[in-house]
């Protein structure tokens, strides 16, 4: 049974970074994408990047040179590094994975079979 779940979530102030993780268990030897979201609305979740089974990182243009996504293979775990965060990302962070051999991933939650619970992020002073 393939589980997520996120971690590194908590209250920061203005201009911090943080590390957000995934931890993987589930998968033997299949190659998978794993994708970052965040809550937009009550159904919507916003696609922050990925990181394909090559190991390419993609983001959208918002967070491109912001965020990085990283994995450790041997931890099974994929990293989201946030720099210099505003209030404006306060949200509930979502790491979410599907099956894929492919140098390539989606952008919509649809394309993804395996959510974690999120992990809430506050930035505030």
């Known amino acids: 049974q393939v589980q997520l779940v996120e971690s590194g979530g908590g209250l920061v102030q203005p201009g911090v970074s943080l590390r957000l993780s995934c931890t993987i268990s589930?998968?033997?030897?299949?190659?998978?994408?794993i994708g970052w979201f965040r809550q937009a609305s009550e159904r919507e979740r916003d696609w922050l990047g990925c990181?394909?089974?090559?190991?390419?990182?993609k983001y959208t243009g918002s967070v491109q040179g912001r965020f990085t996504i990283s994995r450790d293979q041997a931890e099974n775990t994929v990293y989201l590094d946030m720099a210099d965060l505003q209030p404006g990302d306060t949200n509930i962070y979502y790491c979410?994975?599907?099956?894929?051999?492919?140098?390539?991933?989606?952008?919509?939650?649809?394309?993804?079979?395996?959510w974690g619970p999120g992990t809430q992020v506050t930035v505030s002073s």
């Open positions: 979410a994975a599907v099956r894929s051999p492919y140098d390539a991933c989606g952008r919509y939650r649809q394309w993804y079979d395996y």
């Open positions: 589930g998968f033997t030897s299949e190659a998978y994408v």
């Open positions: 990181l394909t089974s090559a190991n390419t990182a």
